[in-house]
């Protein structure tokens, strides 16, 4: 299967410790995105990559957030000092080079709780 | 700011009957809009695109519609099937001008057998 990986699927911590998640997007896909959702709502966006820069991350993302693609393949998202509101599902996506309006390839998700 | 409004509530629908889903925006005038099915725990996967352009767009049961007058899309699924069930959720390029896409809440639908 070559669609966008997410690892791991299911992440269980402790207030106040750091977790951090990896995305393998699809395979030259320059584009790559993270989400959060919690639930009954839409997908919250987190931040976009474009190759290895950081193009955009939202103002709502407090500085514990953290995200990287080095060498513009995988990226991870690390959160540190993890809150119980921190709780929600990750989605990570992929969208291909050179298409505008280009449709976005999700992963399975990582789901993190927070005790 | 932008915004995004879709039905919260669920939808239920028999089997076979039109299932149409409403997408309403606000404050701005995107050039195209995107739908997108979620099932539980699983990631979304797209659907359907149409352009500011478009007046409707088809996919097998599935049409799309797109009123830039109304800001609104319709999504409609014909001779609905029990699995068809899911969530459904429109989705926006942003008006910062990359490459970021705003999703609505979403709205799940439940087609009964």
């Known amino acids: 299967d070559t669609g966008v990986s997410q690892n791991p699927r299911h992440k269980i911590t402790k207030r106040g410790q750091n977790v951090t998640f990896r995305c393998d997007p699809i395979?030259?896909?320059?584009?790559l995105y993270w989400y959060r959702q919690t639930l009954g709502q839409g997908p919250e966006f987190l931040t976009y990559f474009q190759n290895e820069a950081q193009l955009e991350k939202s103002r709502l993302l407090s500085d514990r957030f953290s995200a990287e693609r080095p060498k513009g393949s995988f990226s991870t998202l690390e959160i540190q000092r993890t809150e119980q509101g921190d709780s929600a599902m990750y989605l990570c996506?992929?969208?291909?080079?050179?298409?505008?309006?280009?449709?976005?390839?999700f992963g399975e998700g990582s789901r993190l709780t927070v005790l | 700011s932008q915004k995004i409004e879709q039905n919260s509530e669920a939808l239920n629908i028999q089997e076979g009957k039109t299932a149409t889903l409403t997408c309403n925006y606000t404050?701005?005038?995107?050039?195209?809009l995107q739908w997108y099915r979620q099932d539980p725990g699983r990631g979304p996967v797209f659907l359907l695109l149409?352009?500011?352009?478009?007046k409707e767009k088809r996919k097998e049961r599935l049409k799309v519609t797109f009123d830039t007058t109304l800001k609104q899309s319709l999504f409609h699924i014909t001779a609905s099937q029990p699995a068809d069930s899911a969530t459904y959720l429109c989705?926006?390029?942003?008006?910062?001008?990359?490459?970021?896409?705003?999703f609505g809440t979403g709205t799940r639908l439940k087609v009964l057998a």
């Open positions: 996506a992929s969208s291909p080079r050179g298409i505008a309006t280009g449709e976005l390839f």
């Open positions: 149409i352009r500011e352009n478009e």
């Open positions: 395979s030259e896909h320059n584009r």
């Open positions: 404050n701005y005038s995107p050039a195209y």
């Open positions: 989705a926006l390029p942003s008006t910062s001008g990359t490459y970021k896409y705003i």
